[in-house]
């Protein structure tokens, strides 16, 4: 998924959603998404993860529920 602006379209995607999170590279080449708002803006933001950016190869998305209040969320939507 890497270069193909993955992240960069994700924390676009995420802040036209008014999702808080982050998005960032995986040693083994997977990219994780965390990410906090409404369960609607939630909801599209995973079914356009199972598709990406232009020119992504998404093979698999996995989706595992936390509890928000676990997570020092950020104001906004970051890339690492």
Known sequence: MQG????ASTA???RLLAIRGQVR???????????AGEI?????LVEW???GP???QVTSVEVE???PATMD??????TR
């Open 49 to 51: 993860l199972h598709t």
């Open 65 to 67: 529920m936390i509890n």
């Open 40 to 44: 609607a803006a939630l909801d599209q």
């Open 73 to 78: 969320w950020p104001p906004g939507f970051s």
């Open 12 to 14: 676009e995607r995420s």
């Open 4 to 7: 193909v602006y993955f992240r």
């Open 54 to 56: 232009p020119m992504a």
């Open 25 to 35: 590279n995986e040693p083994d080449g997977s990219v994780l998404v965390l990410a």
